[in-house]
């Protein structure tokens, strides 16, 4: 009885590969098809992963800019120092005088024989302040800007990273659209392997009807079809692998140049060994339930 499976399964790897050889441009055809619906899917992912990791890395190092008044006393800025020193959600605080900026400023943006013909310094002094990573983060900042806009010596308070929380909210969305073209592709690269396994199924007709005439069971009828499905989606799920991470290869150099011009560094996620694994058992069985949805007549 073993043997027999044992021989059984032997015919079926052989039709299996028969097929795979004789169909090898069609297969060809329907691998690259699969490996295109994959990547965007894919690519997309990487984009928003990447997006999502970016913005908690700026994000986790939100500050606060604080705009004294301009008459504001020595004293009341000492005493809100010390305040800003005892707050649990202030990890660091540094007060910037007008003098201080105005060089800054002056050193920043070449302008030193245009800002010293001033009549007086237009700058006020700042506090700037780096807020702990918690995970409320952003209602901490909303709170401590709160706060110190109560008090009569402060003129404004601005949290500088009010721009990322718009970012998030549009990756929140992003997410959600990724989810959806990836639901949507799925179920193309389905039918493109569903169809590419109905036209073999189709020219294989009259065989199937022999197989069935002699008494072979529907696993022995479907088993090859399904492999060939299984196979090409393994080798589309690996093409695949090899198109994003060349990809991410390519945009590189300028990733990193960019993350210089900010002076800040920046590795991008790419698909690695883990998620490579995932990715190739995703269309392995993209492949297989394509086969079985051409092969289900024969069930």
């Not at 401590?144 to 009010?162: F, K």
């Amino acid at each position: 009885m073993k043997n027999r499976g044992l021989k059984q399964l032997f015919n079926i790897l052989t039709i299996c590969l028969d097929r795979i050889t004789q169909y090898r441009l069609a297969n060809l055809v329907t691998v690259l098809l699969l490996t295109a619906t994959l990547s965007l899917p894919a690519l997309f992912w990487l984009v928003t992963a990447n997006l999502n990791k970016l913005s908690h890395q700026w994000y986790n190092s939100t500050e606060l800019s604080v705009y004294l008044k301009s008459d504001t006393k020595n004293s009341d800025i000492e005493n809100l120092m010390a305040q800003l020193r005892k707050n649990e959600s202030v990890a660091d605080s540094h007060y910037i005088s007008p003098e201080d900026g105005l060089k800054e400023m002056a050193q920043q943006s070449n302008l030193q024989s245009v800002l010293s013909t001033l009549p007086n310094n237009p700058l006020p002094g700042v506090i700037a302040i780096k807020l702990k990573t918690t995970e409320n983060l952003s209602e901490a900042a909303k709170n401590l800007q709160t706060s110190l806009s109560a008090n009569p010596i402060i003129e404004t308070v601005q949290i500088d990273s009010l721009w990322l929380q718009r970012l998030q909210s549009m990756l929140s969305t992003l997410k959600k659209l990724s989810f959806i073209l990836g639901v949507l592709l799925i179920i193309g690269g389905i039918l493109i392997v569903s169809n590419s396994i109905q036209l073999m199924l189709e020219k294989h007709r009259h065989e199937i009807a022999i197989y069935q005439l002699v008494g072979a069971n529907s696993l022995f009828i479907r088993a090859p079809f399904l492999i060939s499905g299984l196979f090409i989606g393994l080798i589309a799920g690996m093409l695949t692998w090899i198109v994003v991470n060349s990809i991410l290869i390519w945009l590189l150099p300028n990733v990193d140049n960019l993350a210089a011009l900010y002076q800040t560094t920046f590795q991008l996620t790419d698909f690695g060994f883990f998620e490579g694994l995932i990715l190739c058992l995703v269309s392995g069985a993209l492949g297989t339930v394509g086969a079985v949805v051409a092969s289900r007549h024969y069930g």
